[in-house]
């Protein structure tokens, strides 16, 4: 049996598709409500457990989890209720991880490239603490996942740990599932939607001179690649420490527009749009994963690439209107 908090959102209930479908008992930790219900309702029976009672749950039950996946968060990068996120991202964290020591149970959760900041620090996922100490977030959100990174690496160092544990630091992560984000899903059916209703994509201006209109660059991974790492540290449980999760290669939202374009075949058609001011202040214009830790842990897979992951999303899911897998 599986624990997956934040199960019924984007990255979690594409991770408990896979462990249903393998034939596992997952329990899932999430508030379900219209907008996230269709991400769990093919699964078949998932016991859900929600939020306020997770921790009463956990000291209650008879079978513990094999392992605990802590997806959930609150993940908006323009939420400013820094106490709300820091009882949701630090607190229950700080807990989880506490309930995974005492009981010897691998802890798997979401870390956020949101902890580099701009990037002038680069990318690097050193789990040194004088490295996670210069980082800079833009964000509370950022800030929070920070805060758990540096307190994860110091319970750890002082041999107060679970058996294995891992903060993986997703980059841009798209794919089906993401439907019920709103404004913060990924670009992709964003983009896809734009298209669709107006035969074009709307992208920001560049307020800095070295890149482009369109021009910025993130590292793009298809949700599916994401879960894959996450099986394979499940099978290599001498697997510690924080990783970066992306593919390693930066692409531009002029490409990603332009591989939405080609899967449906029309012609590119591109507004450049001002950047919002809530954004601006606080966007990056480059993220690049450096994978080097990962691959040197022993994860040798190949990531799905940018055209090919669009193609799929776009294609298998956007355009049969089934945007859950």
Same mark, same amino acid.
């Given at each position: 049996?599986?624990?997956?908090?934040?199960?019924?959102?984007?990255?979690?209930?594409?991770?408990?598709?896979?462990?249903?479908?393998?034939?596992?008992?997952?329990?899932?930790?999430?508030?379900? +409500?219209?907008?996230?219900?269709?991400?769990? =309702?093919?699964?078949?029976?998932?016991?859900? !457990?929600?939020?306020?009672?997770?921790?009463?749950?956990?000291?209650?039950?008879?079978?513990?989890?094999?392992?605990?996946?802590?997806?959930?968060?609150?993940?908006?990068? !323009?939420?400013?209720?820094? +106490? $709300?996120?820091?009882?949701?991202?630090?607190?229950?964290?700080?807990?989880?991880?506490?309930?995974?020591?005492?009981?010897?149970?691998?802890?798997?959760?979401?870390?956020?490239?949101?902890?580099?900041?701009?990037?002038?620090?680069?990318?690097?996922?050193? *789990?040194?603490?004088?490295?996670?100490?210069?980082?800079?977030?833009?964000?509370?959100?950022?800030? *929070?996942?920070?805060?758990?990174?540096?307190?994860?690496?110091?319970?750890?160092?002082?041999?107060?740990?679970?058996? #294995?544990?891992?903060?993986?630091?997703?980059?841009?992560?798209?794919?089906?599932?993401?439907?019920?984000?709103?404004? #913060?899903? *990924?670009?992709?059916?964003?983009?896809?939607?734009?298209?669709?209703?107006?035969?074009?994509?709307?992208?920001?201006?560049?307020?800095?001179?070295?890149?482009?209109?369109?021009?910025?660059?993130? +590292?793009?991974?298809?949700?599916?690649?994401?879960?894959?790492?996450?099986?394979?540290?499940?099978?290599?449980?001498? !697997?510690?420490?924080?990783?970066?999760?992306?593919?390693?290669?930066?692409?531009?939202?002029?490409?990603?527009?332009?591989?939405?374009?080609?899967?449906?075949?029309?012609?590119? =058609? !591109?507004?450049?749009?001002?950047?919002?001011?809530?954004?601006?202040?606080?966007?990056?214009?480059?993220?690049?994963?450096?994978?080097?830790? $990962?691959?040197?842990?022993?994860?040798?897979?190949?990531?799905?690439?940018?055209?090919?992951?669009?193609? *799929?999303?776009?294609?298998?899911?956007? =355009?049969?209107?089934?945007?859950?897998?």
């Amino acid at each position: 049996m599986y624990l997956v908090t934040g199960g019924a959102g984007f990255i979690g209930s594409n991770l408990v598709a896979s462990l249903a479908a393998s034939g596992n008992k997952v329990v899932v930790n999430d508030m379900l +409500d219209e907008s996230n219900r269709l991400n769990l =309702e093919k699964r078949g029976p998932i016991e859900n !457990v929600p939020p306020q009672a997770l921790l009463s749950w956990l000291n209650s039950v008879q079978q513990k989890p094999e392992a605990i996946f802590h997806m959930g968060a609150i993940s908006s990068t !323009v939420e400013r209720n820094v +106490d $709300l996120i820091m009882r949701n991202n630090y607190l229950l964290s700080l807990r989880l991880w506490e309930w995974a020591t005492r009981h010897q149970v691998p802890f798997i959760y979401a870390s956020s490239a949101a902890t580099y900041g701009g990037g002038e620090r680069g990318f690097d996922d050193d *789990s040194d603490l004088d490295a996670l100490q210069r980082l800079k977030p833009l964000n509370p959100y950022g800030w *929070s996942k920070l805060l758990f990174d540096r307190a994860a690496v110091q319970m750890a160092e002082a041999g107060n740990a679970p058996p #294995q544990w891992a903060g993986l630091r997703f980059f841009n992560v798209y794919g089906p599932n993401e439907y019920h984000k709103g404004g #913060q899903r *990924s670009v992709v059916p964003q983009f896809w939607q734009q298209i669709r209703e107006n035969a074009k994509a709307r992208l920001f201006k560049s307020h800095d001179p070295d890149y482009s209109d369109g021009g910025q660059l993130r +590292d793009f991974i298809h949700v599916s690649d994401t879960v894959s790492v996450m099986h394979w540290l499940l099978e290599n449980s001498n !697997v510690r420490g924080i990783f970066n999760l992306g593919t390693g290669q930066a692409r531009s939202f002029d490409d990603l527009a332009t591989a939405i374009f080609d899967t449906l075949g029309t012609s590119r =058609e !591109v507004d450049y749009i001002p950047m919002p001011d809530n954004v601006r202040n606080q966007y990056q214009y480059f993220t690049e994963a450096r994978m080097d830790r $990962l691959r040197a842990a022993g994860y040798d897979a190949p990531f799905t690439t940018l055209e090919a992951g669009v193609r *799929s999303y776009v294609g298998d899911y956007l =355009e049969s209107n089934d945007q859950y897998a």
